[in-house]
């Protein structure tokens, strides 16, 4: 019965990280899948793992340890998570920044789903880059390297914060290149053509070039963003190894 107990209570921690990790993760974390599916995705996965895992070294009647051990869990899995997510993040910023300086801005709405506010672009860059991840299997891996995280850190243990909190910061500068080395492209075209609006009216007020500004951005937005559509399952499969660096790092 000790061992049973002890292979339960190592079945439950390894299922809250493994939940608590689904819930932010993408491309688990988005609202259209149930979070009845989450959960039951995270014990499925807790279950399977915890088969080769050792007992968790706490004493049967050690609440507060257990109690404990749980929160560090929930800790450890949310911290992975929210690193995969900053990866990821990178997909919306870059279309966040074509929607700018396209003038998609003016009419961002409200993604009730994906949790975003975001005009066109953003909202479409997040949707493809989700459905990358699964048509590519990128999800298994990023699966995997959470599996993965109980050898470093095992059931009961905890991750370095310090090291966490320099990685969530490293992630955001990462994040914020990935989306200019993403969107630059077109950023570039697109300030080349105010440039050249600006220009024009200079030269001949009379045409009123600015009015003229908003249906040729529009056009040149939607020509060259099909360009950068075309790289993002590379972009995606780079973002899912610089997801996997992450959660190493944080170990």
Request: hydrophobic share 60%.
């Amino acid at each position: 019965m000790m061992a049973d107990a002890s292979w339960m209570e190592t079945m439950m921690l390894a299922s809250v990280r493994m939940t608590a990790f689904v819930l932010i993760a993408p491309p688990f974390g988005h609202n259209a899948i149930p979070a009845r599916i989450k959960a039951m995705l995270g014990l499925g996965l807790g279950l399977a793992v915890s088969t080769t895992l050792p007992p968790l070294a706490v004493a049967a009647d050690d609440t507060a340890g257990f109690l404990l051990a749980l929160v560090g869990e929930i800790v450890i899995g949310l911290s992975l998570g929210f690193l995969v997510m900053l990866a990821f993040a990178a997909v919306q910023a870059a279309g966040s920044l074509i929607d700018l300086f396209g003038g998609f801005q003016l009419a961002q709405g409200f993604d009730p789903q994906s949790m975003i506010n975001g005009a066109q672009f953003t909202r479409f860059f997040h949707m493809a880059a989700l459905a990358l991840l699964f048509a590519t299997d990128g999800y298994q891996l990023v699966l995997r390297g959470a599996l993965q995280t109980f050898e470093a850190v095992p059931v009961g243990g905890m991750i370095d914060m310090g090291a966490t909190a320099e990685l969530i910061i490293a992630g955001l500068v990462q994040m914020f290149l990935a989306a200019l080395q993403i969107a630059g492209p077109l950023l570039v075209v697109l300030f080349l053509a105010d440039v050249g609006l600006g220009l024009l009216t200079r030269v001949a007020p009379a045409m009123n070039a600015f009015a003229l500004g908003f249906p040729l951005k529009i056009l040149i937005t939607v020509v060259f963003s099909s360009i950068v559509f075309l790289a993002l399952p590379r972009v995606v499969s780079s973002l899912v190894q610089d997801a996997l660096e992450l959660m190493q790092g944080a170990l």
